[in-house]
């Protein structure tokens, strides 16, 4: 490596060696929630280049010992080691070359440094199979854990293993949180092979040392809290009791579901947030309002607004009614995918906008762009129902279907059982027309029509 990456590196190291100097959080980082952090270091044989009065190697070995005795003071955390590149000669290019060193365990700070004197640095950098085997590193806990990689190296990729599908899945599953890794001054291009496995950390001087290490100390141990506003259309958070779920970004799984909540003050209740993530953060309104790629600061309150303004809608009759489960399909305006099926006489809040609502009923009525207005109730009134009566006196199988008349037209309603004895079918007032002949007839001519008319609360009675 050249003399300016040389010299990039032991700067890192220097500000590693003073990292209890320059206070990271010395908090729990959740109050109730384990914290377990496996350090993932690089032995690899360029670790033993040297750099002014020693090797990367047994400085990057000081440097963590001193670390696991500042974490060791800190209430819920467990460390453990995993190493790569210690066992093989570089030469036998062994790409299964990684070990669990010391288990994740609490009060583990000695056990570490023991285990990082015996060490000796010689091989290659396989490092997507050592992030593969840590997803064992951290089995043997029932609790709710943090799970958190920390990878150090001064080098890409060995073999042919692809790190960036491992940490995708690794953390699809809950095994861990987005790993964080500590570039020993790679270069830009190498840097960005980072990318895609968690978040990269490197710096071009010691300002920026300091900046990069405190962060990624405090990304994992500082209390982060958030307050969630929900806002009406005057842009004040009154909106609340709504489902939201933090999806995370990056592989779209789970973290957080609660319901939204305002305290007995009338603000949004605060939540503790892991930060090491960014969110999408989905609003379980009708309709779902999504909010992408947000970013949580750590280390402070963090206030997000997203405007959710609603109002009431509600289906009704006018009357009395034999409606008891009818339902009501809502769509967007002018939209031909549904949101929402209400039954009727049901209240339900729906996002302020037009809506399309069709009842099934029959005939199905439909009502085009119903406003929806902010803190109010919409209601929809229709009709009450009447019933016609169908009476198969013969007993012979029918074919038969119902029709409202309009003008010269009719309108398809419904097919009858045409098999029973007796058939009772619940219908909006109007007029219509019964068309239907015997099942076994072979000529049309031997249809017949039955003209009915029924009106709300009123039943209509028809025999063949």
Sequence with gaps: MNKLLSNRFVLLLVILQSIASIGFAQTKPNSNIKTRILFMMDASGSMTNNWSTSNRFKISKTVIAAIAD???????????????????????????????????????????????????????????????????????????????????????????????????????????????????????????????IGRYDDAQDEIGFKRALKSTMNFILNNTTLQLNLLDEKGKATETNIPVTFYDNTVGVQRYHFIHTLNARGNADTLQIDPINNYNIVVHTIPAIEKKNVSIATNQHNNINIAAAQGEL?????????????????????????????????????????????????????????????????????????IVTILNTNAVPVLGSIFKEKGQDLDWVCDINGNTITETITLQPGNYRLVYKNKGSKRAMTTRDERFKISSGNSATIRF
């Design 70 to 196: 500042s974490l060791q003071k800190i209430p819920n955390i467990e460390m453990g080691l995993r190493v790569f590149g210690s066992m093989s000669a570089l030469s036998l290019h062994d790409c299964k070359d990684s070990r669990l060193e010391t288990p994740i365990r609490p009060n583990n700070a000695n056990n570490i440094k023991l285990k990082l004197n015996s060490l000796q640095a010689k091989g290659i950098t396989p490092i997507a199979y050592a992030l593969e085997q840590c997803a064992n590193d951290f089995i043997g806990s029932n609790e709710k854990c943090r799970n958190i990689v920390i990878l150090i190296t001064d080098g890409i990729e060995s073999c042919e293993g692809n790190a960036c599908e491992i940490s995708k899945k690794l953390q699809q599953k809950g095994i861990i949180l987005q790993p964080f890794i500590i570039g020993l001054g790679l270069s830009a291009e190498s840097a960005a092979t980072f990318d895609c």
């Design 314 to 386: 509600l289906v009704t009759t006018d009357g009395l009614s034999t409606y008891k489960e009818l339902a009501c399909v809502i769509s967007k305006a002018n939209e031909s995918e549904s949101i929402d099926v209400l039954t009727i006489n049901e209240k339900r809040k729906y996002l302020t906008g037009l809506y399309d609502v069709e009842i099934l009923t029959l005939p199905r009525i439909s009502i085009r762009a119903t406003r929806i207005a902010q803190s109010e109730l919409t209601t929809i009134k229709i009709p009450a129902p009447g």
